[in-house]
């Protein structure tokens, strides 16, 4: 008997050594154990309920979801300080993700893998002129012009003056886009491969919601919603690797002079003294997390672009006048984007009122991180809570109001203020950047100088959006009439 109350006493210590010092650490809420804080986060909008958290605690603070301490990050100046340290390069384990990447590709590979890759993917990215140095912008900016124009045309022909969900033609905008550009080859209206990948995608990302219990309690895997759950995500994966399967074999059989990404890939075959990196389900994964990254946010970025504009008349109509005054009646090239101080403006406002990865992408402290007094401690992930820095009052005033202004200085020319961050930020910073900014720029362009766009009469348009890893808007028509 006495053993026993003795070793109740140890443990009743331990545990409360162990509450006192996580206190030390980071404030937060009060967590459950097994489930931590999961019963409290709404499974719509789970970026809200920890916005609201951080009203309570402050930017920086503690939940536990499941198991997993999370450090959630709401400040760009203490996430840019973490995401600066090498000891924050790392993903955090969770469930679904690991299922369906396991380790591989890039945006989730082990670290490892992930230093090499990403040299290799932002050396490819030069190769194509999707970066801000490279010889070949001028051919990028090209190839997006080429599929913006076929956007318009297409408006043009059918859909003039007549309500039109603009979803499908955006995402075949846009995977056409990332084939011509990942595999060198523009692929035909006709050709379903390319946007059923884009479709396929979406699906995947839809079941990657972070916060969903899954990812922190494995074991639910085994109680039917989460079983189908899991079948589903593990059947996207099946569908999406095999399509890119048969775009890879057409791109290996092409004539077709364009670089592309297995004629890099193939290089490095041959000359890596790795055998293990350079492998063709590398290659087939490295693709795959391209164009996730590429169609899902940009497809998102465009929906919303529209809607905003649609909503807002005098935004298109001060857009058209700077892009008047800008270009003269030339077209739009890159050496122009530093001109369209309102029109970068508008993209920025629209990317930050709804962010397109509210949660961010995490990451995980392979190491104690000491930051300002405080401690994150090893083990722990990294939450960039993206909403939470975008909508903070005391940063953004009247968050919720609609505002390009807030993103021009008083000399009347484009800022970017640091709390403004839909790429992150760091060594694992969106590879992407430049030409999600190429893409949305070419678009908007291309788009209001050739019509006006509005809701549909009497019909508000929904700015709610869906969350999985992205925030999505849920589908609407709008009308596009001729300028
Ligand atoms: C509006 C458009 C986009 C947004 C808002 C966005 C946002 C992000 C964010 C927040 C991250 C996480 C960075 C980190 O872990 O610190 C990321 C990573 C990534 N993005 Fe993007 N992205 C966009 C477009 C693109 C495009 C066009 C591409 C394709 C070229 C792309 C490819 C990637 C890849 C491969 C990663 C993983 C990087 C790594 O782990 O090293 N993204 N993106």
């Not at 189908?228 to 399967?245: E, H, P, W, Y």
């Not at 075959?269 to 940009?298: N, P």
């Not at 030339?330 to 949660?359: C, G, Q, W």
């Amino acid at each position: 008997m006495a053993t026993t109350i003795f070793i109740i006493m140890i443990i009743v210590i331990l545990l409360l050594v162990k509450i006192i010092r996580d206190k030390k650490y980071l404030p937060g809420p009060w967590n459950l154990p097994v489930i931590g804080y999961l019963h409290k986060l709404d499974p719509t909008a789970p970026y809200l309920t920890l916005t609201e958290l951080a009203q309570k605690y402050g930017p920086i603070y503690n939940i536990k979801l499941g198991m997993l301490n999370v450090a959630v990050l709401a400040d760009a100046r203490i996430l840019k300080k973490v995401l600066a340290k090498d000891e924050t390069l790392e993903r955090s384990p969770l469930f679904l993700i690991d299922t369906a990447f396991e380790g591989r590709g890039l945006a989730h590979a082990n670290i490892d893998l992930w230093k090499d890759q990403r040299k290799f993917a932002a050396n490819f990215l030069r190769t194509v002129g999707a970066a801000r140095v490279s010889p070949n912008r001028k051919t990028c900016e090209s190839l997006i012009k080429k599929h913006v124009d076929e956007f318009v045309q297409i408006v043009k022909n059918q859909a003039l003056g007549k309500p039109l969900d603009p979803s499908e033609l955006i995402i075949h905008l846009i995977s056409s886009t990332g084939s011509s550009l990942f595999l060198g080859q523009p692929f035909s209206l006709n050709d379903k491969k390319v946007s059923d990948l884009a479709r396929n995608i979406h699906v995947f990302i839809k079941l990657l919601m972070i916060g969903t219990p899954l990812n922190f309690l494995p074991f639910l895997r085994f109680l039917p919603p989460y079983k189908k759950k899991l079948a589903l995500l593990k059947q996207a994966v099946r569908t999406g690797r095999d399509i890119q399967g048969k775009l890879i074999h057409e791109c290996e059989k092409s004539t077709n002079s364009r670089p592309n990404l297995l004629k890099a890939f193939q290089l490095h075959i041959s000359e890596s003294k790795s055998d293990q990196v350079y492998t063709l389900d590398q290659l087939h994964r490295l693709f795959f997390d391209l164009y996730i990254g590429f169609t899902e946010t940009t497809i998102t970025s465009l929906l919303w672009i529209l809607l905003y504009l649609a909503q807002h008349v005098e935004v298109q109509t001060k857009i058209r006048q700077e892009l008047f005054w800008v270009l003269q009646g030339e077209s739009l090239e890159l050496a122009d984007f530093e001109n369209l101080h309102y029109t970068k403006a508008a993209l920025a406002e629209i990317a930050r009122i709804r962010t397109v990865l509210p949660l961010g992408v995490p990451h995980y402290a392979s190491e104690n991180i000491y930051l300002d007094g405080l401690t994150i401690p090893k083990g722990t992930m990294i939450m960039p809570l993206l909403w939470g820095i975008h909508m903070d009052p005391k940063v953004h005033k009247d968050p919720e109001e609609f505002r390009p202004e807030r993103f021009i200085d008083s000399d009347g020319k484009f800022f970017k203020p640091e709390s403004f961050l839909p790429f992150q930020s760091g060594k694992r910073m969106c590879v992407g950047e430049d030409i999600a900014n190429m893409v949305t720029t070419i678009f908007i362009a291309g788009v209001l100088q050739n019509f006006r766009i509005g809701a549909v009469d009497s019909v508000p348009i929904d700015f709610t959006g869906s969350c999985g890893a992205a925030l999505t808007p849920k589908p609407q028509k709008l009308i596009f009439t001729k300028i």
